[in-house]
Structures are given as structure tokens and as C-alpha cells.
């Protein structure tokens, strides 16, 4: 979740929006170590959750938005929000359309992956192009 600031109201709207989909508290919960999240983990699902602050559990979490970071490196971060928004939301769009989808636990080898992005990308460049 993309937010302007880094606080206590942003992590307590996260945690709200992660609980709501979610269905239910979780017993443990793994974050960095923010102070922020602490105390709004605290307040919204209570004391009783395990709150693990280790950056090598996190580790999945973190790896989901590598290909953001990998981006947004050498143009030295974002100057304003609504550009971080912009690029993000168009950035997680094409991820999307161009990610391989597999149905069930079915695996999908690399040459016909390979083959569905090429055939993804072609369209998708003959669309912008016209």
C-alpha cells in the first residue's frame, strides 16, 4: 500500500485494510522494524498477536516489491507522491499483464512462459503503437 506518510495513521489504515480483506486477526504478525507498526499492531489487533520485527522472516513481503525498487534506484527516489502513485499503479498493471498465470498447482516451463510474454509484449506494442 502506497502512502504519502510513513506514521502511526498509515500503518494503523494498513493494518484496517489488511484485516478487512483478510477476514480475521492474525496470530502473528512479521514487520520491519518500524516503530510505527508496533504500536499501531498494538491498537488495532491487540496485544495478544506475536509481532516478529526480523528482517529475515519478512523476507517474501520484501521481495514482492524488489522490481519496484529496482526501478526507482537510479532515478534517486520519487520528488513528489502523486509521481510515486502514478508509477506504481502503471508499474504493478503491466506486472500483472504480462505475469504468466498457472492453473492449480500446474507447472509452467520456462520456454512457454517465454512464449506467452513474447506474444503478451508484441500486443501489447502494436496497441500502443497504433
Known sequence: MLSEHRDKHAARRFLRRLIDSAGQKPLRMTTDKHPAYTK???WI???????????????????????????YY??????????????????????NY???QSSGSEHVPAEVRRKIFTNKWSTLMTELSA
Not at 59 to 70: D, F
Not at 74 to 95: H, I, N, V
Open 45 to 71: 489487533v491487540g496485544r495478544k498477536v506475536l509481532h516478529r520485527h526480523n528482517q529475515y522472516l519478512n523476507n517474501r513481503m520484501e521481495q514482492n516489491h524488489r522490481g519496484i525498487k529496482q526501478r
Open 98 to 100: 504480462l505475469r504468466v
Open 40 to 42: 499501531a499492531i498494538r
Open 74 to 95: 537510479p532515478m534517486l527516489g520519487f520528488k513528489q507522491f502523486e509521481s510515486a502513485s502514478r508509477f506504481c499503479t502503471a508499474f504493478d498493471e503491466l506486472r
